[in-house]
């Protein structure tokens, strides 16, 4: 029998030559063919097992730049070579045996540069204590360090680096921790230096750069009257740091080629000599890498370490950065410094735009301030006060709420803290309550204060409004230990039954159990009120409005015991005093405050977004809601980082409604979901009846999923979900599934994401928003009955073995889109070759009802995937689908026809894989029906034979 095919592509060749090898192993029958495209195997012009062996090692080498070699499977290699996986394997096992690589058992095997680096890496560890003493070196830049110490120990001289990150975040600090790890270890010589060249300096002038990176030679030009190393010479042994590497222009970028390339260069005005020089470049940037600098440059530094600027910190790392600064501080004026609870939460919870660098600044301008007051007062130590911060550092007491549980789990509460030497003390107030002072002295001596300290009336106003609830707790605070006893003797016993009498009262009205503080501290607190009253001192409550508006069932109850008092001693309290026993009214409540369901409007423009929410905030008298103005010419990637840190600051513990208005914000919102673990619920219908209806209801003890139903209701979002959803249906064999769990709406929005970013050749995405992973298996078994499913986007993942999940988070990164682009390729070029595979079997073949055959062999291959728990790769398909049609053609022209196998060879494929075996039957039940044809059991040994 002769068979002459003509293919067009390498897998179909690859397919064809395997099922002839296949043939010729159990047959004794020839085969001839031709096919008019060939190609060395790997592609490289190498022998396949160096291909395979450099594979291998690119491989390990991005492993080991994220901190760990793990090893790579052969199945990885095949796939990426395009080659055989039972060659692929062979090729490995020898390289294991040369002692190339070491081989990893387990499922699968694993193969890896066997090069040492492992040791390396242990030793590395042992040996961390530069990057160790980094505050967050376990936290957000665990990973960064983890790179630079893969950097540094890569034989044989480490690889070049380059660090990335905005301006204060410590590059220039973490390429010198670099230089004196490597030192340490013994990677640099013993007298190797840390040279830093500021590109920005030489950025206009090439000549001049050149003299300065490679020396001159005598003559060079006029008045080079001797030779002069440069940089690079002094750098020999060492390490070479260019910061603002972007400043260098393309010219100068390409200077470096030669020295990167192969440790060699010339000095300005040398043509036949040729330096040598052994050093190892870091550079830096605050610019993208990949619009900053050339492309080649970029190519020749494999080692890219991102710093996180501050606000992508955590909260605790901050604080040991801020007692870091402190202590120095302390350290460098050789006094204590006495820092108030509002002066820690400000530097704590402020936009620092300038990073670390930048908080460091200001903690100096702060304390620089502090020390002239307290000089000028005459004490032995610097008391540093909120208003001694720069008022955009103090501003942000605005938003300390919704931060104080948070800060309460750190240790930060209403007490002053001393920075000395190495050490950090809280200043524990004095329980004796017969000389506590009152709230109204605490604000007089505030207020004195801060006229002594030149502020204005409307900035006292602010920081006395704020210091209000740190009084306020403050006070409170004090009265967990006493007893009825004590009270008496500075408390009138009729006015403590009064009390006893009100909150036994409100307790019932407003359904609120009280602590014992609150019943010590009102009645202390009432008691030098009615003092101050009878002696005329003014009684001002800074916060009467914003009291009245969130709280007016507490001021109402307030109200009563302003009567109660009026009747029994015939003092009228005024209306700022009947304010603050409404805020004693709500204790309770301002410690569950923070959880309630966070807020956030994202728009697109200048101040669209924090326009909506600031007249919201003013209508419910609160400033819960939260808004991201979007600039229209900024990055998604860099909206996605700001946004999630509002998302963060905005969340409570109960969730996140993100209301916005087009785009790909709710897209993101599965992203933060997918990376902070925080739900939330998106809805693209923002306006400012909406943002003040959700902002209403978060602000009752309602759970994430009631506000938004809530919201859908009253806004008719269901039903505009609901077109959308009549308008996804896909006419398609293949699809993409996009599943959000933040609803229908965002999955819509990363289908239009990714349409607009890929090639989809046709294929269909269809949007499903499911918020349970078990419904969404069942929806699935629905779509895979009539659909091929290419790929799962968005933030739920099917867990499935033959379905490729990408995640919400993902789609945001060139790399695993460009994963995504080549699956829909594949899936096409697969269909391609079906279709070819049929027309083949048509014009080549005698055999009729070639559509029906090639449709039940394509469900075999799928149902051969299934049992042996992975896809069947195009060459093996095509192995399949020639194997069974000329099976078939045969029975057809000869019904007794059938393939026999020895006992032997049959023992050998049965063994180990009994249950494959087992599950394979009858998976050729509907050919044989239809051919009216008998294909006996060793058939299913000759595909597993194929297969595995």
Known sequence: MTLHFKASSIILFNGLRYFFTFILKHYTLEYTFTVGYTKTEGGRGLKRIDTVYETVRELCDKQLINGKCTGVSAYEVAKLLNLQRTNVSADLNRLCKEGKLIKIEGKPVLFKINNGFEENVNQNNLLSEEFNNLIGYDASLKGPILAAQAAIVYPPRGLNTLIVGETGVGKSMFAELMYRYAKKIGHISPNGEFITFNCADYANNPQLLISQLFGVKKGAYTGADRDRDGLVAKADGGILFLDEVHRLPPEGQEMLFTLMDKGMYKALGEVDNTRKANVLIICATTENPESAL???????????IKLPPLRERTLKERYELLKFFLKNEATRIGRYIIVSANALKSLLLYDCTNNVGGLKSDIQLACARAFLTSTMKGLSSVELRSADLPEYVRIALRYVNGKEAQLREMGIGENEIIFKGNETIEVTPSTNIENEPSIYDMIDNKRKELIEKGLSSEEINFLIGVDINSYFRRFIGRFDSINNDELYKIVDKQLVETVRSFLSEASKNLDRLFASKTFFGLCIHLSSTMERMKKGLPIVNYQLEEIQKSHPEEYKEALKLKDMIKQEWDIELPDDEVGYIAMFLTLEDTIDENTHVGVVVAMHGSSTASSMVDVVNKLLGVSHAKGYDMPLDQKPEEALLRLKDLIISAN????VILLYDMGSFGMMGDVIYEE???PIRSMDMVSTPIALEATRKALFNTTLDEVFDALKLSSG???????DVRREKSSQDSIILSVCATGLGSAVKLRNYVEDRIDLKGIEILPLGVTNREVFINKIKDIKYNKEIIAVIGSINPGLYDIPFFSAADIFRKERLSELQ??????????????????????E???????FLMREIKTIIITIGEVINRKIDDDTSVGIILHIACLVEKMLK???????MKEDVKKRIIQGNEEIYERLQGIFNSIEEHYNIKIGEDEILYLMDIIL
């Open 894 to 900: 000869d019904s007794s026809y059938h393939n026999t």
């Open 717 to 723: 979002y269901d039903s505009r979900i609901q077109l």
């Open 676 to 678: 902070t673990g925080i």
């Open 822 to 843: 080549y699956l829909i390729d594949s899936s096409c070029f697969k269909n391609d070759i079906y279709k070819n595979m049929e027309d083949v079997l048509e014009k």
């Open 652 to 655: 409570n513990g109960k969730g």
């Open 294 to 304: 050339l492309k080649t440059f970029v190519r020749r530094i494999p080692v890219l």
């Open 845 to 851: 073949m005698s055999l009729y009802d070639v559509d």
